[in-house]
Nanobody, 115 residues
Framework: QVQLVESGGGLAQPGGSLRLSCTAS????????MSWYRQAPGKERESVAGISNGGVTRTYADSVKGRFTISRDNAKNAVYLQMNSLKSEDTAVYYCYARLLRDFWGQGTQVIVSS
């Protein structure tokens, strides 16, 4: 079955960095675009970044452009989110997402940005 497992969340100071990882299984990873979403307390889930199946095309929310970088390693069935210059407003649960015949989500990893 399809599984998406995130890791790498935690506590970071403003201006700091974190790297999130998502390991996928149960489907042909290299054939599908992947995305990261986040949901802050009391807010709707929002798209953060997306990457095409080959990694050539990358898209970002305006709020994270220039600070976050999405990448993937198809040999490892993994997608990453490098988060730099973190701000308190980046605090959220971050989810890995894949649209196959239906939507699949990981369990989420908590990111807290606080001094």
């Amino acid at each position: 079955q399809v599984q998406l497992v995130e890791s790498g969340g935690g506590l970071a100071q403003p201006g700091g960095s974190l790297r999130l990882s998502c390991t996928a299984s149960g489907f042909t990873f290299s054939k599908y675009a992947m995305s990261w979403y986040r949901q802050a307390p009391g807010k709707e889930r929002e798209s953060v970044a997306g990457i095409s199946n080959g990694g050539v095309t990358r898209t970002y929310a305006d709020s994270v452009k220039g600070r976050f970088t999405i990448s993937r390693d198809n040999a490892k069935n993994a997608v990453y989110l490098q988060m730099n210059s973190l701000k308190s407003e980046d605090t959220a649960v971050y989810y890995c997402y894949a649209r196959l015949l239906r939507d699949f989500w990981g369990q989420g990893t908590q990111v807290i940005v606080s001094s």
